[in-house]
């Protein structure tokens, strides 16, 4: 046990700790310091990089054929569960019964593995991208950087309130941005392919 926790040691801080560390400071260079130095304003700088995440998350939707293996289960499915309903006509009422036992077992099957698949694929476009992507925005604006900035620990002032509440977190701003992004962008979708199907 020793001897894997040191390796596994080894592995994270000689190999993913410098990779990850290399592609923060590519990430800084390229979508952090311009617009410090262009002086964009916090919150629309971290809303920016919430709607680039937003876009990379429906790049990599479009990469992996999300939607057309959606379409393909849904089809194949629906043709099996029509395939079953001919069971009906089977008039030996045991051979109807374990046929019919078979195929709900391999409609389960397939609609688990299905899920299994959908929900691994949302995992990798969405919640991994979200959790690094909040790691390293996070150690950028970091407390003392929005201090030196803003004057408080926050991306966004709030005025004075009753609810001791002084400002919108890095977090808060970016996952709002982010939701309201990727809702935008699958409302457009749905348009543009209801105007496609129409068209044709």
């Not at 990850?20 to 916090?42: C, E, H, R, W, Y």
């Not at 019964?97 to 078979?102: R, V």
């Not at 900035?149 to 977090?171: A, E, H, K, M, W």
């Amino acid at each position: 046990m020793v001897l894997l926790n040191t390796l596994l040691d080894k592995i994270f801080y000689g190999l993913i700790e410098p990779l990850f560390g290399l592609m923060g400071q590519g990430l800084s260079i390229v979508l952090i310091k311009p617009f410090v130095a262009l002086g964009v304003p916090l919150p629309l700088h971290v809303a920016l990089l919430a709607v680039l995440l937003a876009l990379y998350a429906f790049w990599l939707r479009a990469r992996l054929r999300v939607d057309e293996k959606v379409a393909v289960f849904n089809l194949a499915f629906a043709a099996k569960r029509e395939q079953q309903k001919d069971l009906q006509l089977i008039s030996n009422k045991y051979s109807r019964s374990g046929l019919k036992k078979a195929t709900d077992d391999e409609l389960n099957d397939d609609f688990n593995t299905y899920l299994a698949h959908h929900y691994g694929r949302y995992v990798l476009i969405y919640l991994l991208p979200i959790f690094l992507t909040m790691a390293w925005l996070n150690t950028i604006f970091s407390d003392i950087f929005l201090i030196e900035r803003v004057g408080i620990p926050y991306v966004l002032p709030v005025p004075d309130n009753n609810y001791g509440v002084q400002g919108l977190s890095v977090t808060c701003v970016f996952l709002v941005s982010y939701i309201i992004a990727l809702t935008s962008g699958f409302q457009i979708k749905k348009k543009w392919q209801k105007k496609t199907e129409k068209a044709s």
